[in-house]
T-cell receptor, first 113, second 113 residues
Framework: NAGVTQTPKFQVLKTGQSMTLQCAQD?????MSWYRQDPGMGLRLIHY???????DQGEVPNGYNVSRSTTEDFPLRLLSAAPSQTSVYFC????????????FGNGTRLTVT | DAKTTQPPSMDCAEGRAANLPCNHS???????VYWYRQIHSQGPQYIIH???NNETNEMASLIITEDRKSSTLILPHATLRDTAVYYC??????????????FGTGTRLQVFP
């Protein structure tokens, strides 16, 4: 049981490049989400999904795309990276329902130069 | 906006109890209170959650006021390893396709020798 797996752990991009941050979970969780955390700040919700084929925007969705074609995977796409997207990105998953704790991945540290 | 408010920072002497407060004055009757913590830049770690009754596990205790408008996370014997940022959030049952979990900025707990 691997839990929530994020790849890569580190990434450096140049401004304007695109990339996909991967997130996979093996717990059959319906709910998956992406957060970003800037230095010294809290977690901000980017996008979330309550099941395959269903996604919605969080607090800071601009510049990011997501899709949910399977229950297990929830990739986050940066179409044209900007220095303002330099951050640590966390993926989280859980069962739906009020009594279900979130499980977090170990994060992807992204630097955009 | 986060549904909870927490003090930005607290100190605690090693071996003493750390009491971390959280206000959630707009909480609904079917929303749970959750606590997570984040050590350095690791992925947040689930600690405990509760609905109405006080809860205890091997990590901490959660005390929820009778009106449910606030709660306190108690670390009974704080150690240096408990130095972290602690987040309090609320989570209700999913409504249709919405399940937006917003974290605030948390409380930075510093445990000192």
């Amino acid at each position: 049981n691997a839990g929530v797996t994020q790849t890569p752990k580190f990434q450096v991009l140049k401004t304007g490049q695109s990339m996909t941050l991967q997130c996979a979970q093996d717990m059959n969780h319906e709910y998956m989400s992406w957060y970003r955390q800037d230095p010294g700040m809290g977690l901000r919700l980017i996008h979330y999904s309550v099941g395959a084929g269903i996604t919605d925007q969080g607090e800071v969705p601009n510049g990011y795309n997501v899709s949910r074609s399977t229950t297990e995977d929830f990739p986050l796409r940066l179409l044209s990276a900007a220095p303002s997207q330099t951050s640590v990105y966390f993926c989280a998953s859980s069962f739906r329902g009020a009594g279900s704790p979130l499980h977090f991945g170990n994060g992807t540290r992204l630097t955009v130069t | 906006d986060a549904k909870t408010t927490q003090p930005p920072s607290m100190d605690c002497a090693e071996g003493r109890a750390a009491n971390l407060p959280c206000n959630h004055s707009t909480i609904s009757g079917n929303e749970y209170v959750y606590w997570y913590r984040q050590i350095h830049s690791q992925g947040p770690q689930y600690i405990i959650h509760g609905l109405k009754n006080n809860e205890t596990n091997e990590m901490a205790s959660l005390i929820i006021t009778e009106d449910r408008k606030s709660s306190t996370l108690i670390l009974p014997h704080a150690t240096l390893r408990d130095t972290a940022v602690y987040y309090c959030i609320v989570r209700g049952p999913p409504l249709y396709n919405t399940d937006k979990l917003i974290f605030g900025t948390g409380t930075r707990l510093q445990v000192f020798p």
